[in-house]
Nanobody
Framework: QVQLVESGGGLVQTGGSLRLSCAAS????????MGWFRQAPGKEREFVAA????????YYADSVKGRFTISRDNVKSTVYLQMNSLKPEDTAVYYC?????????????????WGRGTQVTVSS
């Protein structure tokens, strides 16, 4: 069992930065692939970024590539999402998720554990 708690959301102006954190509790955090998803009002949850536990490979949605960076600290059992050059269209609730497998990282249904989310609002 893994419990995930996100933090770091808030209100920021266009072009600003935020760093989201996702603290995990439970066993074997280092053997879970981690993902970040987001959901804007009236829209479906969408993939943002993922980090595979086997080789630390990272994956990003095209909409955030070059602006967002996912990373993890296995000692602290925490995964981060550094978000730079934020845009109003990045406004959403951001969720972190964990799964023990390494494939299909862009599909929300394959993740076993989810946090409750943190709100990110980017003003224009």
């Amino acid at each position: 069992q893994v419990q995930l708690v996100e933090s770091g959301g808030g209100l920021v102006q266009t072009g600003g930065s935020l760093r989201l954190s996702c603290a995990a509790s439970g066993r074997a955090f280092s053997r879970y692939s981690m993902g970040w998803f987001r959901q804007a009002p009236g829209k479906e949850r969408e993939f943002v970024a993922a980090l595979r536990w086997t080789d630390a490979s990272t994956y990003y949605a095209d909409s955030v590539k070059g602006r967002f960076t996912i990373s993890r600290d296995n000692v602290k059992s925490t995964v981060y999402l550094q978000m730079n050059s934020l845009k109003p269209e990045d406004t959403a609730v951001y969720y972190c998720a964990a799964k023990p497998t390494v494939d299909r990282h862009w599909i929300a249904d394959v993740y076993d554990y989810w946090g409750r989310g943190t709100q990110v609002t980017v003003s224009s």
